[in-house]
């Protein structure tokens, strides 16, 4: 089984596929995989809690023959630990009246037989057949799935029972049992309570004052109870019933229950689908007791199964898809990653074979795992290794980083990823080989591929770094292929465009140029021609400028060089498709910005309407900024520099025509600090309309170049005085923002440029 959020999985693969496991919570105390008595048709496990040790196995015998010895096994298992409290729980493919059987088999006094021989208790309780199946238009049934214990621990099993609803889909029904460790109830009660909330709990104000407010909105206390009708009466009562509902959940805290978790593809027309075949098997069970013919309702169940089973596949396959197609080409990986690898699942822990023997608890694997993957490190006489040690000591002679700031601990929080831990983040630590031998004979690429990884050994052992040979894998290809071979047409297009293509692909930017050469061109069209075939069904005569154009794929040598021509446009901001007076804005490298410590904290004001009076000045200085792009593409850029004696300074700009109206707004905040600084001028206050811009400055590790420039005028201009940034709004009547305004139209009309 594959890894699941929240549960534990012990599971034990070997070389045979895995036909028994166990799923724990993560808060069912500390539990560990007993690797000495597991196999994949065995998983034990134990269990503490507090001072208690428990041991629980799960096991499957084969119907006809017990192939990997399980018997066996269990039974020695059971010897081993014949002073603990065991449970066991498994498919042994065996009848015998002991658990319910009308007739016995040869499995089934096998399995008798160990049950008695080592002191075990059968748990099973009642009729009710555990396995299920219809056979030739026959429903067949039997009790093959049993639950023992031994004697310390049976009385504390409480309310086994098979439960038919569990899974539907299954052959096998579900069994449940209740185990108290703490109290023995030999009465077996079972708790069937209805209460949902915790009244005790409850804030009886709160109750009152929501249950009056929805019965008055919901019209209850006009009704004339008297004259409603039985449909009526009974739509009454279902709305009181709704609104107290309501009144409760808003004043007080509902009691625990269990959650059953679906997934995220689940849907209505499933959740009905699963009812129907429920409740069909409820039927068969009632049927076959009064002794009633069976066949319709087999057939119907058959056919509600089949739907089921069908809308299920189809639900997933579709949610697959759309999971396939989030992929983009800034995260090649992340996708590819999940749908390529085949590496194992992640084991819960488990007890570890260290020599000839197997650690017993948890400490000793604990140690036995340190001691494996963090080894004593005994010092060498290699001159490199000596030179390393040496320089460990010394410290760079550098200054020391300023003081962690308040604002710069909450960006790194705010910054952290919640579906991962914090801590060291690694980047461009690579640890993956892939070595490719090539040779005409198998002879040769035998010699070859040998001499290659002795070289590799080699090296890591001056590294001190070791390979694990579990994890390496042999692949050979030859030219033969069979006709079977392939996934289905239709998901063909899927994987190409978002698996494939963003492979080849990948640093296009680096080896993109080679594209254009024939030789290039012909393994990327011979490559790219095999999938065009299979998503269009095409035969191979045809040619590939027609499967490319009928499967709608871009040719790939023009892909490649369109990468390419975008990620040299980007990393130089060149460009021979631009005209020469424009250059690409690039974001500012991380060194060129102010150190986080340093990094200006702005918390921007607002003038909300244009009543508030203009002239009452906070600050010497009032700069109104603006930016205007017109219909005719022209941009301008300016800002009006109001002060306490009335006198007005207008500065205007005009920027190319290529630029946004953002990088406008931005533009004239620049100028204005810039102006400033030039100045002398100590305190100021920037109004702007440009909500964009403002957000833009607040971040406080923003990379855009004039925001970069900006963050560190504020700087220079907050050593000695003050800058204030106000949001105003564009249009409303405000003069300074009305001039600044005109200002920029008026020079976005001039042909110059700034």
Request: charged share 25%; net charge positive; glycine share 4%.
């Amino acid at each position: 089984m594959k890894s699941i959020q929240g549960l534990c999985i012990y599971q034990f693969p070997g070389d045979q596929k895995v036909k028994a496991c166990i799923i724990a919570k993560n808060n069912c105390g500390t539990l560990i995989g007993m690797t000495q008595f597991s196999t994949s048709n065995l998983c034990v496990v134990q269990m503490t809690i507090g001072t208690r040790k428990l041991y629980i196995a799960s096991a499957y015998v084969e119907p006809r023959d017990d192939e990997h010895a399980t018997l066996e096994r269990l039974d020695a298992f059971l010897k081993s630990t014949n002073d603990s409290h065991r449970i066991i729980c498994g498919d042994f493919n065996g009848w015998h009246p002991l658990w319910g059987c009308e007739t016995t088999n040869k499995r089934g006094r096998e399995v008798a037989e160990l049950i008695i021989g080592n002191d075990m208790y059968i748990c099973n309780q009642g009729s009710i057949p555990t396995f299920e199946t219809v056979t030739h238009g026959r429903n067949c049934s039997s009790i093959i799935d049993i639950t023992f214990a031994s004697g310390s621990i049976y009385e504390k099993i409480n309310s086994w029972n098979v439960n038919l609803e569990a899974c539907p889909s299954s052959q096998h029904n579900s069994i449940e049992f209740t185990l108290n460790l703490f109290n023995v109830n030999t009465t077996k009660r079972k708790n069937t309570s209805t209460y949902l909330y915790k009244s005790e709990k409850a804030n009886w104000a709160e109750f009152k004052a929501v249950l009056d407010l929805k019965m008055c909105n919901n019209g209850c206390l006009d009704v004339d109870i008297p004259t409603l009708n039985t449909n009526e009466l009974e739509s009454f009562i279902t709305k009181i019933i709704s609104t107290i509902h309501e009144a409760c959940r808003a004043s007080m805290p509902m009691k625990n229950n269990v959650i059953q978790c679906k997934p995220i593809w689940w849907t209505d027309k499933l959740e009905k689908l699963k009812k129907d075949v429920i409740s069909l098997h409820h039927k068969i069970h009632h049927t076959k007791r009064k002794g009633l013919a069976l066949d319709q309702l087999l057939e119907e169940r058959n056919r509600k199964k089949k739907e089921y089973g069908d809308e299920l596949r189809r639900t997933s396959t579709d949610n697959f898809r759309e999971f396939c197609e989030r992929q983009g080409k800034e995260n090649v990986w992340s996708v590819t990653n999940r749908l390529l690898k085949e590496t194992k699942s992640n084991c819960s822990p488990s007890t570890l074979k260290v020599g000839n023997s197997y650690t017993n608890d948890e400490k000793e694997t604990a140690k036995a795992l340190l001691n494996h993957f963090y080894p004593e490190d005994s010092p060498d006489s290699n001159p490199a290794h000596e030179q390393l040690r040496k320089n460990r000591e010394l410290f760079p002679k550098t200054n020391d980083d300023p003081p962690f700031v308040k604002e710069e601990v909450i960006e790194c929080i705010q910054n952290m990823n919640p579906k991962r831990a914090p801590g060291c983040h690694i980047q461009a630590f690579a640890d993956d080989v892939l070595l490719i031998a090539h040779a005409h004979d198998k002879n040769e690429l035998e010699v070859i591929t040998n001499k290659a990884l002795s070289e590799i050994v080699q090296w890591g052992d001056k590294v001190k770094l070791s390979f694990s040979p579990e994890k390496t894998q042999a692949i050979a290809f030859t030219p033969k292929a069979k006709p079977t071979w392939g996934i289905q047409p239709e998901n063909i297009s899927i994987i190409y465009h978002q698996v494939i293509e963003p492979i080849i692909t990948y640093a296009a930017g680096i080896w993109g140029h080679a594209a254009k050469k024939k030789s290039c061109k012909r393994l990327l069209e011979k490559t790219q021609r095999l999938f065009a075939l299979k998503a269009i069904r095409g035969f191979r005569t045809i040619s590939t400028n027609a499967a490319l154009a009928l499967s709608q794929f871009m040719p790939l040598d023009l892909k490649v060089t369109e990468i390419n021509q975008i990620e040299n446009t980007r990393i130089s901001g060149i460009t021979q498709y631009l005209p020469d007076d424009i250059t690409l804005e690039k974001p500012t490298p991380i060194q060129n910005l102010l150190h986080p410590a340093l990094r200006v904290k702005i918390v921007p004001d607002s003038l909300q309407t244009s009543e508030e009076d203009p002239n009452n000045f906070t600050q010497p200085i009032n700069i109104y900024t603006d930016g205007s792009k017109l219909e005719n593409g022209r941009v301008g850029a300016s800002f009006v520099v109001l002060s306490k004696n009335k006198n007005t300074i207008t500065k205007k700009f005009k920027l190319h025509d290529s630029c946004t109206v953002f990088q406008a707004e931005l533009f004239a905040i620049d100028r204005a600090c810039t102006w400033s600084l030039k100045r002398n001028i100590k305190n100021i206050k920037i109004f702007t309309d440009s909500m964009s811009s403002i957000q833009s400055i607040c971040n406080r590790s923003n990379t855009h170049p004039i925001v970069a420039n900006i963050h560190k005028n504020i700087k220079k201009i907050r050593e000695d005085g003050t800058v204030v940034i106000t949001w105003v709004k564009g249009h409303a009547g405000c003069a300074g923002n009305e001039a600044a305004d005109a200002a920029a139209k008026t020079r976005s009309q001039l042909k110059e440029k700034f």
